[in-house]
């Protein structure tokens, strides 16, 4: 049958059919796209979900009102705490020990240390540094909540012996005066013997003090 232009009826139709398949290489490559597209979003989205499972438990005490983010010890501050521990010997307490970079110092100086942190991934972690640095029998972790420790100077000066001494990191304590001081700016390290702050006579314990920032 024909049109009324004289071409057949049949071959209209065929370039009509012919106009709407896409060659399958198009739809190949169009698929292979679209699979990447996927493969992109899900690596992009695993990636995200990995680094917030990650960074939370570190982040988390941020929110906490009034505890900020962890902030690990510098060297020289480390260098400046072993410093005010020289002569000494004994147990050292770190309260606030983020990674446990300044309780390992202690353990290899010769002290039993101990750490305590509220952020039990870092407890973990720590632990796993002591054990990798050959100090796990000397250097022990804790997971402890600071804030629950209120008016802590009133607390040291009732519980430490005579001979100890504590080391503030970053923050100085309020209403003590510090026996030494070394360092400056952030790895400003304040060093108070009970023996002072109690008005007795002094005589050589240690307790590490780290203040909001656990480091």
């Not at 896409?22 to 169009?30: G, N, Q, R, V």
């Given at each position: 049958?024909?049109?009324?232009?004289?071409?057949?009826?049949?071959?209209l139709?065929?370039?009509?059919?012919?106009?709407?398949?896409?060659?399958?290489?198009?739809?190949?490559?169009?698929?292979?796209?679209?699979?990447?597209?996927?493969?992109?979003?899900?690596?992009v989205?695993?990636?995200?979900?990995?680094?917030?499972?990650?960074?939370?438990?570190?982040?988390?005490?941020?929110?906490?009102?009034?505890?900020l983010?962890?902030?690990?010890?510098?060297?020289?501050?480390?260098e400046?705490?072993?410093?005010?521990?020289?002569?000494r010997?004994?147990?050292?307490?770190?309260?606030?020990?983020?990674?446990?970079?300044?309780?390992?110092?202690?353990?290899?100086?010769?002290?039993?240390?101990?750490?305590?942190?509220?952020?039990?991934?870092?407890v973990?972690?720590?632990?796993?540094r002591?054990?990798?640095?050959g100090?796990?029998?000397?250097?022990k972790f804790?997971?402890?909540?600071?804030?629950?420790?209120?008016?802590?100077?009133?607390?040291?000066?009732?519980?430490?012996?005579?001979?100890?001494?504590?080391?503030?990191?970053?923050?100085?304590?309020?209403?003590?005066?510090?026996?030494?001081?070394?360092?400056?700016?952030?790895?400003?390290v304040?060093?108070?013997?009970?023996?002072?702050?109690r008005?007795?006579?002094?005589?050589p314990?240690?307790?590490?003090?780290?203040p909001?920032?656990?480091?």
């Amino acid at each position: 049958m024909e049109g009324g232009g004289g071409i057949p009826l049949e071959t209209l139709t065929e370039e009509s059919q012919s106009r709407h398949v896409l060659p399958a290489s198009f739809e190949a490559k169009s698929l292979q796209k679209s699979n990447w597209g996927f493969f992109l979003t899900g690596l992009v989205g695993g990636t995200l979900v990995a680094v917030y499972a990650v960074a939370t438990p570190f982040i988390t005490p941020a929110l906490r009102k009034v505890c900020l983010p962890f902030v690990p010890a510098t060297t020289k501050q480390i260098e400046n705490v072993v410093k005010m521990l020289q002569c000494r010997r004994g147990s050292l307490v770190d309260i606030g020990s983020g990674d446990g970079r300044i309780v390992i110092a202690a353990a290899k100086e010769g002290f039993t240390a101990v750490g305590y942190e509220l952020n039990p991934w870092l407890v973990w972690y720590s632990r796993y540094r002591a054990w990798r640095e050959g100090v796990h029998g000397s250097a022990k972790f804790y997971i402890s909540d600071l804030w629950k420790m209120l008016q802590l100077e009133k607390k040291l000066e009732l519980e430490l012996a005579d001979d100890a001494r504590v080391i503030a990191c970053r923050f100085p304590f309020p209403h003590w005066t510090p026996d030494h001081v070394t360092g400056e700016g952030i790895d400003t390290v304040w060093a108070y013997d009970a023996s002072t702050f109690r008005g007795r006579e002094k005589r050589p314990t240690s307790m590490h003090f780290q203040p909001p920032i656990q480091t």
